[in-house]
């Protein structure tokens, strides 16, 4: 993603390295993760993801996401790319769905969408927070 903080030759390299180089991040002059969990909104066939975002603004914190699975999957180990950076949140939620879909596609209904969110400021990064949810049937109109 050319020009996205996604896209930088810093950040590339920082996550290509193994974890065991990486620094934690120093929460005593940092914030924690302000991203919660995810939620997946089915309007007339309309998908829509968002994360919930505890206070903003969310700076530093990126989305890694990986692709939508079948709902018997727990986890999906280290299966994850970076999607871009947390957008702000609107009413203390943060709409991810164009970073979703620019990277793996609408997920279909029924399926699980796992997510994680890391802080990454200076070098210095905090423990990712990992969240999925179902991709649910329509809503009904009316209703």
Known sequence: MVGSPAGS????????????QRRPLHLGSHSPNPAGELEILNRGGLITLRVRVARAPARHTFVLGSRWCSRGIWTRGNRFAIIGELPAA?????DIT???VKAFGVPPVGRRVFIRTRQLLNGWEDKFKETWADVPPPE???S
């Open 98 to 100: 164009d970073l979703y």
């Open 90 to 94: 609107a009413v203390g939620w943060s």
């Open 9 to 20: 030759p810093f950040l590339r390299s920082r996550l290509s390295r193994p974890v065991e």
């Open 140 to 142: 009904r109109q009316g």
